[in-house]
Every structure is written in structure tokens, then in C-alpha cells.
């Protein structure tokens, strides 16, 4: 499977950006999807993840201002950032897990206070 993340950009402490992750295959086959992301010098962590069957998990940090969704019609899964803050920023993967881990590539976001 091959995945395709868009959506990154600059934004202001207090704004919104949606993130998109494209897969090459039906999501409604894939387990789960979801986002990591990595701030410069630290480790990637975990942001996101949603099932097949539509559950839903976040980490704390951006739990009630980030919210993650699947469109099955394109195949694709989003990301919407509310109220980012500067701590949000980092460059942020898709992935896939179906019996191994995929990964897209990382789109980067810069949240300045």
C-alpha cells in the first residue's frame, strides 16, 4: 500500500489545518490508520489512530482540538488540527497497519505563538 500525506503548511497559535493521507487501496480493508509525529530532536510519538470499524484514539496532547476521520469514497483518512499550538509543530506521518506497519511520507507543520 502506498500512502500520500498533503495538508501541512504555517500557521499561527490558535489555528487550523486539515491533514489528508491518500491510500493506493480500500481503507474500509485496512485495520487501522493514523498519524505520528515527530518534533525536531525528539521521538515520534503517536497522535491518531482510526479502525475499520470506526473507532477512534488520540493522545492526550491534542485530545477535544484534533479529530480524525476516513472518507472510504477516496480512500482517504484526515486529520483536522484545532486550536494548534506551538507545541503541535513537527512533521507528521501517516500510516497503515494491516499486518505490518506502511508509512507515507511527512508533511510538515510549523505553529508559531
Known amino acids: 500500500v502506498q500512502l500520500q500525506a498533503s495538508g501541512g503548511g504555517s500557521v499561527q497559535a490558535g489555528g487550523t489545518l486539515r491533514l489528508s493521507c491518500a491510500a493506493s487501496?480500500?481503507?474500509?480493508?485496512?485495520?487501522?490508520m493514523g498519524w505520528y509525529r515527530q518534533a525536531a530532536g525528539k521521538q515520534r510519538e503517536p497522535v491518531a489512530l482510526?479502525?475499520?470499524?470506526?473507532?477512534?484514539n488520540y493522545a492526550e496532547s491534542v485530545e477535544g482540538r484534533f479529530t480524525i476521520s476516513g472518507d472510504s469514497d477516496r480512500n482517504t483518512v484526515f486529520l483536522q488540527m484545532n486550536s494548534l499550538k506551538p507545541e503541535d509543530t513537527g512533521v507528521y506521518y501517516c500510516?497503515?497497519?494491516?499486518?505490518?506497519?506502511?508509512w507515507g511520507q511527512g508533511t510538515l507543520v510549523t505553529v508559531s505563538s
Open positions: 500510516y497503515v497497519f494491516m499486518g505490518g506497519t506502511y
Open positions: 487501496m480500500s481503507i474500509s480493508s485496512i485495520n487501522i
Open positions: 482510526i479502525s475499520n470499524l470506526g473507532s477512534t
